[in-house]
Nanobody
Framework: QVQLVESGGGLVQAGGSMRLSCAASGRTVTNYPIAWFRQTPGKEREFVAGIAWIGSTKYAVSVRGRFTISRDNAKNTVYLQMNSLRPEDTAVYYC??????????????????WGQGTQVTVSS
């Protein structure tokens, strides 16, 4: 059974930076797409950024140029570096794992496992 644990959330002022981590256990996730999603109360979970096993990435338009996703295969961990944060980035951030191995692209739906989420709050 795969477990995903997010960390690194907290409170930051607008314009600041934060790095989220998603550590996987129970399975090596090197060969699978992993993505970050976020959710605010009353809204659906939305795709933020994802990375395929070959390193190709995909970003939501709202975060492009500000957020960077990366993975450290040796640590079985994926990171989300968030710069120039805005109040509208406030949300619970989740990482998701797609068990369709060797996808060369990053899907935006259909993820199989989720972490518990980490709260990111950006104050104005």
């Amino acid at each position: 059974q795969v477990q995903l644990v997010e960390s690194g959330g907290g409170l930051v002022q607008a314009g600041g930076s934060m790095r989220l981590s998603c550590a996987a256990s129970g399975r090596t996730v090197t060969n699978y797409p992993i993505a970050w999603f976020r959710q605010t109360p009353g809204k659906e979970r939305e795709f933020v950024a994802g990375i395929a096993w070959i390193g190709s990435t995909k970003y939501a338009v709202s975060v492009r140029g500000r957020f960077t996703i990366s993975r450290d295969n040796a640590k079985n961990t994926v990171y989300l570096q968030m710069n120039s944060l805005r109040p509208e980035d406030t949300a619970v951030y989740y990482c998701g794992l797609d068990l369709d191995a060797y996808r060369s692209y990053v899907p935006v739906t259909g993820y199989d496992f989720w972490g518990q989420g980490t709260q990111v709050t950006v104050s104005s």
